[in-house]
Structures are given as structure tokens and as C-alpha cells.
Nanobody
Framework: QVRLVESGGGSVQAGGSLRLSCAASRYTDSTTYMAWFRQAPGKEREGVAA????????SYADSVKGRFTVSQDNAKTTLLLQMSSLTPEDTAVYYC?????????????????????WGQGTQVTVSS
């Protein structure tokens, strides 16, 4: 089973930037999508950005378009999330997720259900 470990979270002032990393324990041919989710206190987990590991196509939540960029390394074992122009509304625990069952969709999904492997999360706090 693939394991995911996030890093890079922390505290930053509004307008600042952070880069999150997610290291996968190994590469698998059946990992078709990887994504970042976040969950703020009292709120549901929401999809932030997702990437097709084969095609490189991406999907973003409207709330982060133009501010966040998701990418992967050439080995497809590290998922990155570059976050800029952060606001206090971006404060949440950020989770990395992977879909490893080989299923494919029209585009990378931002709903939690297709993803079967999850990391432990990393806290991002943005102060005003």
C-alpha cells in the first residue's frame, strides 16, 4: 500500500506564500490521480487541487485559482502545492491524497470519494 507524508505547513502572514510537499512511499502504475484537500475547523473537507499523474492535467477549486499551483516531480513520487497570496480563509489542515485503483475520469476530481490513500495532514495557518 502506498503511504503519503505531507510536509511544508506552517504559519504565515496574509499575502505570504508556502509550498507543501507530499512524498509517496513508492510509485505505482495504478496511481492515476493525486490531490490536495483541506479541512478547516467545523467545515467539511474540500478539494483544493488535483492532478492527472499521467497527463499532467489539473483541476482547482475556484477559491484558489490563480493563487495555488499543483505539480508533481518527474518520478511521480512527490506532489507539490505552491500557495501564494494566502489569506486567513486558507487556514486549514491540508491533506494529500492519491487514487491508486487505476480508474480514470474525464478530469482530475476534487471530491474525496475517488481517493483511497490519504496522508496525515499538515497545518497551514494564515494570520491577518
Amino acid at each position: 500500500q502506498v503511504r503519503l507524508v505531507e510536509s511544508g505547513g506552517g504559519s504565515v502572514q496574509a499575502g505570504g506564500s508556502l509550498r507543501l510537499s507530499c512524498a509517496a512511499s513508492r510509485y505505482t502504475d495504478s496511481t492515476t490521480y493525486m490531490a490536495w484537500f483541506r479541512q478547516a475547523p467545523g467545515k467539511e473537507r474540500e478539494g483544493v487541487a488535483a492532478i492527472d499523474t499521467y497527463l499532467g492535467s489539473t483541476s482547482y477549486a475556484d477559491s484558489v485559482k490563480g493563487r495555488f499551483t499543483v505539480s508533481q516531480d518527474n518520478a511521480k513520487t512527490t506532489l507539490l502545492l505552491q500557495m501564494s497570496s494566502l489569506t486567513p480563509e486558507d487556514t486549514a489542515v491540508y491533506y494529500c491524497a492519491a487514487q491508486t485503483n487505476g480508474n480514470r475520469y474525464y478530469s482530475p476530481r476534487l471530491s474525496p470519494s475517488p481517493y483511497n490513500v490519504w496522508g496525515q495532514g499538515t497545518q497551514v495557518t494564515v494570520s491577518s
